[in-house]
């Protein structure tokens, strides 16, 4: 049975990645670029999903995306650096700077972190808002270009888009074997049952900042990722609109298992898309679907196939409750 | 009844001839005309909406009414206009898919942007496609950036024109103070023209409050500044005039108030009283003013333009109303000269033009001195103040000679705030 199982699993990853790799060649122009950012955000995602594993919910994830965009953009400025540099780089500086803000954030939890959080994202923002030198203030900096490798530019979409879908693929699977492996298993523990951890010598306050500064490192490759692409950066890209944005595909999307969020992400980027044709009304159509959608669905995207399996009578519905 | 063949035959021709006719003569008829696409990738939802949408309505009118009057005719063929929108919501990502949606997609011919960092975004695309490309904001323009034109606003430049107006008429007012939003696109670049502008006018500036956008409380703000006892308070480019005029208000301000813009002035008077609002000075005229009938407007029935936007759209006007539509006026007369619609053929035909017609007139091509290419066209701009509870233009004034004899002034304060020039 297992075997099966874990064969179906194969055979649909292997449908996903052909279509993911044909995809681009069948959409227009503008949703090839649609496409870009959404790889990048599926990152995003992503990556804040290992933030919430201890349950902790940060507003700083977009801002921390924004610190690696930031560093990959001075660096590509000042330095000419080639983006095989910078996107390493950038992770490590967004790394390092949770790093940083650790010591004072982890101190607080729950609704104290959250605010806490947001107020470093903030002061971070502002201070590249602040400084026309070097951060270029409110309206940022441009002429970010991605590589020209011998005739291949990637500043046509398709190019960058497989470069993109490679880069993030491979964060993906090592986010994946970090959720599954002795590390992620203690987040888990941490989110469930905090007070059992500790007692059998857990260092909780350890493993949420490791989980937060894992989280900031692939984010701040996404944000590299997006602006070698974008080419302008500015401070607004990385505000709490964007934070906002990040939490509602996460909690649309469910976050029980590491597929919520991207299936969040997914649907409700292309959902966002296809109500364009309705021009002012799109944000309030846009927010009664999300309304709908906490309301009917509480426990995420995710939750719809188990209860399918439910009724079906072929399955449990596993989603109530802590993973195993 | 009985056909015979020779019925049959007569009638078959009859009939073919008829169809032939009734489905070739509108091929005669319109064998030249052709429909020619405009771009508009502006916000049309959030913050910056005002900004975006009522430019759409503004050039939608225009586009029907040249339209019904039977199109225009650029060489030998007689175009439609046809209007396309992409709601970027001032997000780069959004813009760069909208320019690439337009330019490659659509196929259009010009694309109109607010400016900004919006603008930034697509720079790379508009060089590589040498696709015309229109901004509100002429401190877009670099050295590299030929296809980006600013045919109509020249923003912050000619709020020089305000101050000049003041000083002249309220010789008085000796000390002015300054608060706006500290951004580089619209706050910063604004209060360096002010600071020019007064410095001309000997006007001193006895503070600067440049504050962030996450200010929601104006009390303190205004309150630190009054206590300079300024005799002018400037807004310079706000997108709080509404709650600051409020606490000038509450707080029994009794000088002059300048602003660049005051957009839904009609608020700002029910939230205050007409008698405050009376008197400030701005730069931006409603449409209905008998001042654009004089000569020199470049600008088809102004008024008759007005009136069908407050119909259509009550509660939409505000100042990109007329000049978006006064850049399709302007590519029009573009493509007009070139012969025809081709980005390129219009840019060279435009620039070639040494006088170009400018919304209000006495325009010419000018930006190298700032920013390094003479892509803008500056000209004539009204001072506008508030009378009855209306506006009401002033005065015409010229924005050319002032920059002719105060220009390193200009450049000297706004690489005092850090901003670029060449």
Redesign the interface.
């Known amino acids: 049975m297992k075997i099966i199982i874990r064969l179906r699993k194969i055979i649909a990853l292997i449908i996903l990645l052909a279509g993911l790799i044909v995809l681009p060649h069948y959409l227009?122009?503008?949703y090839q670029?649609?496409l870009i950012?959404l790889i990048v955000n599926v990152l995003v995602v992503a990556s804040y999903r290992i933030v919430t594993l201890t349950g902790e919910w940060s507003l700083i994830h977009a801002v921390m995306m924004g610190v690696g965009a930031y560093t990959a953009a001075l660096l590509f400025k000042n330095y000419n650096a080639a983006m095989w540099f910078t996107l390493p780089l950038a992770g490590g500086a967004a790394a390092l700077t949770a790093a940083l803000l650790s010591f004072p954030l982890f101190r607080m939890t729950q609704f104290y972190f959250l605010i806490g959080s947001f107020a470093a994202g903030?002061a971070i923002r502002?201070t590249w808002?602040?400084f026309?030198?070097p951060f270029?203030?409110?309206?940022?900096l441009?002429?970010i270009?991605p590589p020209i490798i011998g005739s291949i530019d990637f500043?046509d979409p398709i190019p960058y888009y497989y470069l993109a879908l490679g880069v993030v693929l491979i964060c993906l699977f090592i986010l994946y074997r970090i959720e599954n492996s002795k590390i992620g298993m203690t987040l888990h523990a941490i989110h469930w049952k905090a007070p059992l951890a500790e007692s059998v010598g857990v260092d909780t306050w350890r493993y949420r900042a490791l989980a937060f500064i894992i989280g900031s490192f692939f984010v701040g490759i996404a944000g590299a990722l997006?602006i070698h692409y974008?080419?302008?950066i500015?401070p607004?890209?990385f505000g709490i609109g964007f934070m906002v944005f990040i939490l509602i595909w996460v909690i649309v999307g469910g976050y029980k298992t590491i597929y919520g969020p991207l299936i969040g992400v997914v649907v409700l980027t292309i959902f966002d898309e296809s109500v364009?044709g309705f021009?002012?009304l799109?944000?309030a159509i846009y927010g009664g679907v999300l309304i709908i959608s906490i309301l009917f669905l509480p426990l995420g995207l995710e939750s719809i196939y188990p209860k399918i399996l439910t009724w079906c009578g072929i399955g449990s519905n596993s989603s109530d409750g802590p993973p195993p | 009844m009985k056909i015979t063949r020779r019925d049959f035959l007569k009638k078959t021709a009859t009939g073919v001839v008829l169809a032939g006719v009734a489905t070739g003569l509108p091929v005669n008829v319109f064998a030249n005309e052709k429909t020619v696409k405009i771009g508009m990738n502006i916000p049309?939802?959030?913050d910056y909406?005002p900004w975006g949408?009522p430019g759409l309505y503004g050039c939608e009118i225009i586009a029907d009414d040249i339209n019904a009057a039977g199109g225009v005719k650029i060489g030998n063929t007689n175009y439609k206009i046809e209007m396309v929108s992409f709601?970027h919501a001032?997000?780069?990502?959004k813009t760069?898919?909208?320019y690439?949606?337009l330019v490659?997609?659509d196929d259009v011919k010009m694309v109109m942007m607010l400016g900004?960092?919006t603008v930034?975004?697509i720079?790379?695309w508009a060089q590589?496609k040498k696709m015309l490309t229109t901004t509100l904001l002429p401190s877009d323009i670099t050295p590299k950036s030929e296809y980006v034109i600013a045919t109509c606003e020249s923003h912050p430049l000619y709020n020089v024109t305000g101050v000049e107006w003041l000083a002249e008429n309220f010789p008085e007012a000796k000390t002015a103070v300054i608060v706006t939003n500290?951004?580089?696109?619209w706050g910063?670049q604004s209060a360096s023209t002010y600071k020019a502008a007064f410095e001309v006018a000997g006007i001193k500036v006895v503070d600067v409050n440049l504050h962030?956008f996450?200010v929601t409380d104006f009390a303190p703000i205004v309150s630190s500044v009054l206590a300079k006892k300024p005799d002018i308070f400037c807004m310079a480019t706000s997108f709080y005039t509404t709650p600051l005029m409020e606490q000038l208000y509450h707080q029994g301000y009794k000088g002059k108030i300048i602003s660049c813009t005051l957009d839904y002035y009609n608020e700002i008077i029910a939230k205050t009283s007409k008698e405050f609002v009376n008197g400030t000075i701005f730069q931006f005229p409603d449409f209905d003013d008998p001042a654009l009938l004089q000569e020199g407007i470049h600008f088809p029935d102004p008024n008759g333009f007005d009136a069908k936007f407050r119909k259509n759209h009550p509660n939409d006007w505000s100042a990109v109303a007329w000049e978006y539509p006064a850049i399709l006026l302007n590519w029009i007369e573009g493509a007009k000269a070139a012969g025809s619609v081709e980005p390129t053929e219009v840019l060279k035909a435009l620039k070639s033009n040494k006088k170009p017609n400018f919304v209000f007139g006495g325009g010419r091509w000018w930006g190298s001195e700032l920013w390094g290419l003479d892509n803008a066209i500056v000209g004539r701009w009204p001072v506008v103040v508030i009378e009855d509870g209306k506006a009401r233009i002033k005065e015409f004034r010229s924005l050319t000679d002032w920059l002719d004899k105060n220009n390193d002034i200009l450049k000297k304060n706004m690489k005092a705030l850090?901003?670029r020039t060449v």
Request: proline letters at 3%; aromatic letters at 6%; charged letters at 25%.
């Open positions: 227009e122009f503008h670029d649609l950012f903030e502002l808002m602040q026309i030198f270029g203030g409110s309206g940022g441009s002429g270009e500043m997006k974008l080419g302008t500015t607004n890209q364009r021009g002012e799109r944000p | 049309m939802t959030g909406a949408l709601d001032y997000d780069t990502e760069i898919q909208g690439k949606k490659l997609e900004g960092s930034s975004s720079l790379p590589r500290n951004d580089v696109e910063l962030g996450d850090g901003l």
